[in-house]
């Protein structure tokens, strides 16, 4: 039903776009130059004004027009049903109702909840022909309104630019509506966690084993909600990442850069991208079938024993995954150094070395500093090397040899199963993804800053 | 001896008495991939001279600038024949270290290219990649005299370690000067050194290459028929590739023999 109107409303606007520019087109055989637009632009104009107030407001009635028939529902419950009823079973009578008019009957419904059932059906369908009614006449209205504005002199250009302003704002809109959205429920949980288990323990604890019992009297007591071990595990895995992942990717940079001919460089630099494309769970594979049992052989040799889930190969095989980062930020950001500097520093009898240390890379910094940062952010969220290559034991060491955890694996085992919104294990996975996001955040506007002061750098 | 060395020994003894040669192209070829950028160019640099290369744009000057500290090994499409000397050894010789050589033979560029460091650093850069100096002491002594030699150093002295892009464009092309000077250079060569400068500036860079030229043999390529008047003493004129004539600047500006050297100085092309 919805997708039709769509479909109708486009193709209103469509026949608009013809009428409005065949309409101009008579102003033109009539007036000639003294038109002020194009025929093409009063076309525009009328389809903008067809389809786009119709289709903001089909947007609005269906993000709204659930939650009104909700509400209503709930007051046409007999009173017998909603005295002392709390919100959850309130929403329990809800779904059953929907049950019902759907036609999923488990159980004979008491004859309540079947009226119900029939009054949301007969409400969803009275708000659907309610919508393609409203909407359509909006659209026919705008046609007519449209068709009388429309004259020789009318700017019918700057009248649809100014329509595009508008999309190209709610677009934009868009964007930080949604982040803002991410916001928000992601401090509700954590503050509902907080309620539960205090800051300090978890911000400070040295213990994480999530775990709630199932009895009152379980012997296995409450669980610890300390999240150190957790962040220590994740910059271990980070730092290895980045340990492997700069050196390499900064030095194939400044070979693409400064060494390679054009020949070598067309083949490895598409190469180096296609490492940023491979899936990270590839990388998983990768990680645990071959790089794990290798590192496990090598210590073998030498007689260190190493767990089969090691820090090392989960960071390792990261820092391979974000070695284009670093080596394509920082091949952008060499190239942007103006040639007149490597002149100056060739003229001054400067060798190839010599200009890359002492001036190309003091000046390429901040680019670089900017693409490692990212890459940082990008191995401290990473989470399917971890699950597959270093394991769930939460262990604080910083042993690379050991398994360790991270948040985000932490956080996706918490949420997978059952999930139960009011004890503290499902929470706290909120209360994870909250500091991984703010030290993310951190980590972008940190590099977006350091990026852009380069930007200013050169004239 | 015969009759022709004798000749030219008395036109060098009539000419100039003094006059030493610093750097000679004989038989220059330069190739940009198929392309001939200049045809046979045989130019004598004198020592303590200002020497103009002028012509028309795509001529071919800068080229041969570029050939005298071996500028064009850069880029990789560029081949040069013939042989251009500094004190009578080949510069092309494989022999030839060409980190050396351009320790000898400073360059400073049409458009000023500070390094994005401090003032401090920048003239230090050299000295520092030579190994010229090793203590503070020494390193500021050299940075001082390069600043003082370029008429720079009152106007900076202050804020030595605030960074050169932040001079004004003619403070820039001197920094960028002394830069030059200050791993003491036999030779300079100037690229067009004032074109992106205003009047004031430019009179102030024209004077102090004729201060250097006291102690440097400087080679400038200039668009500026007037300032090649004012501050060369031998100018060469360049067109499409081929060196047209050769000679004091006072004969090439009033009694050219090329026609076409004629017509370019008094504006009639180019």
Same mark, same amino acid.
């Given at each position: 039903?919805?997708?039709?109107?769509?479909?109708?409303?486009?193709?209103?606007?469509?026949?608009?776009?013809?009428?409005?520019?065949?309409?101009?087109?008579?102003?033109?055989?009539?007036?000639?130059?003294?038109?002020?637009?194009?025929?093409?632009?009063?076309?525009?104009?009328?389809?903008?004004?067809?389809?786009?107030?119709?289709?903001?407001?089909?947007?609005?009635?269906?993000?709204?027009?659930?939650?009104?028939?909700?509400?209503?529902?709930?007051?046409?419950?007999?009173?017998?049903?909603?005295?002392?009823?709390?919100?959850?079973?309130?929403?329990?009578?809800?779904?059953?109702?929907?049950?019902?008019?759907?036609?999923?009957?488990?159980?004979?419904?008491?004859?309540?909840?079947?009226?119900?059932?029939?009054?949301?059906?007969?409400?969803?369908?009275?708000?659907?022909?309610?919508?393609?009614?409203?909407?359509?006449?909006?659209?026919?209205?705008?046609?007519?309104?449209?068709?009388?504005?429309?004259?020789?002199?009318?700017?019918?250009?700057?009248?649809?630019?100014?329509?595009?302003?508008?999309?190209?704002?709610?677009?934009?809109?868009?964007?930080?509506?949604?982040?803002?959205?991410?916001?928000?429920?992601?401090?509700?949980?954590?503050?509902?966690?907080?309620?539960?288990?205090?800051?300090?323990?978890?911000?400070?604890?040295?213990?994480?084993?999530?775990?709630?019992?199932?009895?009152?009297?379980?012997?296995? &007591?409450?669980? @610890?909600? !300390? /999240?150190?071990?957790?962040? +220590?595990? $994740?910059?271990?895995?980070?730092?290895? =990442? %980045?340990?492997?992942?700069?050196?390499?990717?900064?030095?194939?940079?400044?070979?693409?850069?400064?060494?390679?001919?054009?020949?070598?460089?067309?083949?490895?630099?598409?190469?180096?991208?296609?490492?940023?494309?491979?899936?990270?769970?590839?990388?998983?594979?990768?990680?645990?079938?071959?790089?794990?049992?290798?590192?496990?052989?090598?210590?073998?040799?030498?007689?260190?024993?190493?767990?089969?889930?090691?820090?090392?190969?989960?960071?390792?095989?990261?820092?391979?995954?974000?070695?284009?980062?670093?080596?394509?930020?920082?091949?952008?950001?060499?190239?942007?150094?103006?040639?007149?500097?490597?002149? &100056?520093?060739? @003229?001054? !009898? /400067?060798?190839?070395?010599? +200009?890359? $240390?002492?001036?190309?890379?003091?000046? =390429? %910094?901040?680019?670089?500093?900017?693409?490692?940062?990212?890459?940082?952010?990008?191995?401290?969220?990473?989470?399917?090397?971890?699950?597959?290559?270093?394991?769930?034991?939460?262990?604080?060491?910083?042993?690379?040899?050991?398994?360790?955890?991270?948040?985000?694996?932490?956080?996706?085992?918490?949420?997978?199963?059952?999930?139960?919104?009011?004890?503290?294990?499902?929470?706290?996975?909120?209360?994870?993804?909250?500091?991984?996001?703010?030290?993310?955040?951190?980590?972008?506007?940190?590099?977006?800053?350091?990026?852009?002061?380069?930007?200013?750098?050169?004239? | 001896?015969?009759?022709?060395?004798?000749?030219?020994?008395?036109?060098?003894?009539?000419?100039?008495?003094?006059?030493?040669?610093?750097?000679?192209?004989?038989?220059?070829?330069?190739?940009?991939?198929?392309?001939?950028?200049?045809?046979?160019?045989?130019?004598?640099?004198?020592?303590?001279?200002?020497?103009a290369?002028i012509?028309?744009?795509?001529?071919?000057?800068?080229?041969?600038?570029?050939?005298?500290?071996?500028?064009?090994?850069?880029?990789?499409?560029?081949?040069?024949?013939?042989?251009?000397?500094?004190?009578?050894?080949?510069?092309?010789?494989?022999?030839?270290?060409?980190?050396?050589?351009?320790?000898?033979?400073?360059?400073?560029?049409?458009?000023?290219?500070?390094?994005?460091?401090?003032?401090?650093?920048?003239?230090?850069?050299?000295?520092?990649?030579?190994?010229?100096?090793?203590?503070?002491?020494?390193?500021?002594?050299?940075?001082?005299?390069?600043?003082?030699?370029?008429?720079?150093?009152?106007?900076?002295?202050?804020?030595?370690?605030?960074?050169?892009?932040?001079?004004?464009?003619?403070?820039?092309?001197?920094?960028?000067?002394?830069?030059?000077?200050?791993?003491?250079?036999?030779?300079?060569?100037?690229?067009e050194?004032c074109s992106?400068?205003?009047p004031?500036?430019t009179a102030?860079v024209e004077?102090?290459i004729?201060?250097?030229?006291?102690?440097?043999?400087?080679?400038i390529?200039t668009h500026s028929m007037q300032q090649a008047a004012r501050v060369s003493?031998?100018t060469?004129?360049?067109?499409?590739?081929?060196?047209?004539?050769?000679?004091?600047t006072?004969?090439i500006f009033?009694?050219?023999?090329?026609?076409?050297?004629?017509?370019y100085i008094t504006g009639?092309?180019?």
């Open positions: 039903m919805t997708g039709y109107l769509f479909l109708a409303i486009l193709a209103l606007s469509l026949i608009a776009f013809y009428v409005g520019r065949s309409t101009a087109g008579r102003f033109v055989a009539a007036h000639g130059a003294e038109v002020h637009s194009r025929p093409i632009y009063h076309g525009a104009f009328a389809a903008v004004w067809v389809g786009l107030p119709a289709l903001v407001l089909v947007v609005f009635w269906l993000l709204f027009q659930d939650g009104v028939i909700d509400r209503l529902l709930i007051a046409s419950l007999p009173e017998s049903m909603k005295q002392g009823a709390s919100p959850s079973q309130l929403s329990l009578y809800l779904s059953e109702i929907k049950n019902v008019a759907s036609g999923r009957i488990f159980t004979e419904p008491s004859p309540e909840i079947s009226a119900a059932a029939e009054r949301y059906q007969r409400w969803q369908a009275i708000a659907q022909w309610a919508m393609v009614v409203v909407a359509l006449s909006v659209s026919a209205l705008a046609l007519y309104m449209a068709r009388t504005r429309m004259a020789p002199q009318f700017r019918a250009r700057q009248n649809f630019e100014r329509a595009l302003d508008i999309v190209m704002i709610l677009s934009a809109a868009v964007a930080i509506i949604v982040t803002l959205g991410i916001i928000v429920s992601l401090t509700y949980e954590a503050i509902q966690f907080f309620r539960l288990v205090p800051p300090h323990e978890f911000f400070f604890g040295l213990n994480w084993e999530p775990q709630i019992p199932i009895r009152e009297d379980q012997v296995a &007591g409450t669980g @610890a909600f !300390g /999240a150190v071990p957790v962040f +220590t595990g $994740t910059l271990l895995i980070a730092a290895i =990442a %980045l340990l492997v992942a700069i050196p390499v990717g900064l030095f194939s940079a400044i070979y693409l850069v400064e060494f390679a001919d054009e020949r070598v460089r067309g083949i490895i630099k598409p190469v180096l991208e296609i490492l940023a494309g491979v899936p990270t769970v590839v990388y998983g594979f990768f990680a645990v079938l071959t790089v794990a049992p290798a590192i496990r052989q090598a210590g073998g040799m030498m007689g260190i024993a190493i767990s089969p889930n090691s820090a090392l190969a989960a960071g390792g095989v990261m820092g391979i995954m974000i070695i284009p980062f670093i080596s394509s930020l920082s091949d952008d950001a060499l190239r942007a150094v103006p040639q007149s500097m490597r002149d &100056g520093s060739f @003229a001054m !009898g /400067a060798t190839k070395a010599e +200009t890359v $240390t002492r001036v190309l890379l003091p000046a =390429a %910094l901040p680019g670089i500093v900017g693409g490692i940062l990212l890459a940082a952010s990008r191995a401290i969220g990473e989470t399917m090397i971890v699950v597959m290559a270093a394991g769930l034991t939460a262990t604080l060491t910083a042993n690379p040899l050991e398994g360790v955890t991270t948040v985000t694996v932490q956080i996706v085992t918490l949420l997978i199963g059952d999930t139960a919104f009011d004890n503290p294990k499902t929470l706290s996975a909120f209360a994870l993804g909250l500091v991984l996001f703010v030290v993310t955040l951190c980590l972008n506007v940190l590099a977006l800053r350091i990026v852009r002061r380069y930007r200013e750098k050169y004239e | 001896m015969n009759m022709l060395t004798d000749a030219a020994v008395e036109a060098v003894l009539t000419e100039a008495p003094k006059e030493t040669l610093k750097m000679r192209g004989s038989g220059v070829n330069v190739f940009y991939g198929e392309k001939q950028a200049l045809f046979d160019v045989n130019l004598d640099i004198r020592e303590n001279q200002v020497t290369l012509g028309p744009s795509g001529c071919g000057k800068s080229t041969f600038l570029r050939c005298l500290n071996r500028m064009n090994d850069t880029i990789d499409i560029c081949r040069v024949n013939g042989e251009i000397t500094l004190d009578g050894e080949d510069i092309y010789d494989p022999r030839i270290d060409v980190v050396e050589l351009r320790a000898r033979v400073g360059m400073v560029f049409q458009k000023p290219n500070p390094f994005p460091k401090s003032i401090y650093e920048n003239v230090a850069y050299g000295p520092r990649i030579h190994g010229l100096a090793s203590t503070k002491s020494e390193f500021d002594a050299i940075v001082e005299t390069s600043l003082q030699k370029a008429g720079l150093f009152n106007e900076v002295k202050d804020r030595l370690h605030e960074p050169g892009t932040g001079l004004s464009g003619g403070q820039q092309q001197r920094l960028c000067i002394a830069r030059a000077i200050a791993v003491s250079p036999e030779v300079i060569l100037m690229d050194p992106a400068l205003d004031i500036a102030k004077e102090l004729d201060e250097l030229r006291e102690n440097y043999t400087i080679v390529v003493q031998r060469a004129m360049f067109h499409l590739g081929h060196l047209v004539e050769e000679g004091p006072d004969k009033t009694n050219p023999d090329d026609k076409r050297t004629q017509d009639r092309f180019g």
